[in-house]
């Protein structure tokens, strides 16, 4: 049968929800966000994980709506390149703790290779900004 060559609305969807459960939890519970914030970054870990997850939830939004889906599934997989070194964070403030700490922190390393790849096979599914037949 193969892999279809492109992304079902079923895909965009689940995109969709992901980044809008991601970003909502960086409001609901932001310590986890808040510890994993590279330390070089100027200002408050607080204000980088409330941008971060308004920015999960703006992408949550645009990548719903087929109209938008196409910046938004850009704009996610940027995102999700942008996010990584907090990634590469959690696995340095991890080496001296627990077995599993440190198994869930190097985890996450790679899970962003497929969040960018989803999301630009969504983008790619989804209609140009200016086709007139995209719907609406």
């Known amino acids: 049968m193969g892999i279809p060559r492109r992304p079902s ?3 965009a969807s689940a995109l969709a929800a992901l980044l809008a459960a991601a970003g909502t939890t960086h409001f609901v519970a932001p310590g986890f ?12 870990a607080r204000n980088w994980t409330l941008v971060s997850g308004a920015a999960e939830l703006a992408c949550a939004t645009a990548v ?7 910046v938004g599934a850009t704009l996610a997989a ?3 390149v942008v996010v990584f070194p907090a990634n590469i964070q959690a696995v340095l403030d991890a080496g001296g703790g627990s077995t ?13 290779v497929p969040l960018v790849w989803w999301a630009l096979r969504v983008r790619r599914g989804a209609a140009p900004v200016d086709d007139p037949a995209a719907p609406t």
């Open 100 to 112: 599993a700490a440190r198994v869930l922190a190097w985890g996450r390393l790679p899970l962003q």
């Open 64 to 70: 719903a709506m087929p109209r938008s889906r196409r």
């Open 33 to 44: 966000y808040d510890s994993i914030v590279p330390r070089v970054l100027p200002g408050s």
């Open 78 to 80: 940027v995102l999700f």
């Open 9 to 11: 609305a079923a895909s």
